[in-house]
Nanobody, 124 residues
Framework: QVQLVESGGGLVQAGASLRLSCAAS????????MAWFRQAPGQEREFVAV????????YYADSLKGRATIARDNANNTVYLQMNSLKHEDTAVYYC?????????????????WGQGTQVTVSS
């Protein structure tokens, strides 16, 4: 079992930066794949970024490539998403997800555990 709690969202202006955090509890944190997804009103949940259990492999959605960095601290059971040069279209609820995912990391249903989400609002 893994429990996830996100934090760090807020209201920012376009061009600003935010760092989201996801605190995980559970003994198996270091062995699971961690990811961030987001969901804007009226839209489907979409993949943002993923980091595999060893931390060596990361992938990003094209919309955030070059503007986002995902990292994990296995010692503190935390995963981070640093987002820079935020745009209005980045406005969404951001969710942390965990699971033993090997392929299809961009598919939400592959993940077993989800946080409650944190709102990110970017004003233009």
């Amino acid at each position: 079992q893994v429990q996830l709690v996100e934090s760090g969202g807020g209201l920012v202006q376009a061009g600003a930066s935010l760092r989201l955090s996801c605190a995980a509890s559970g003994r198996s944190f270091s062995s699971v794949t961690m990811a961030w997804f987001r969901q804007a009103p009226g839209q489907e949940r979409e993949f943002v970024a993923v980091i595999y259990w060893g931390g060596g492999r990361t992938y990003y959605a094209d919309s955030l490539k070059g503007r986002a960095t995902i990292a994990r601290d296995n010692a503190n059971n935390t995963v981070y998403l640093q987002m820079n040069s935020l745009k209005h279209e980045d406005t969404a609820v951001y969710y942390c997800a965990a699971g033993r995912v090997f392929n299809d990391y961009y598919t939400a249903r592959r993940y077993d555990y989800w946080g409650q989400g944190t709102q990110v609002t970017v004003s233009s």
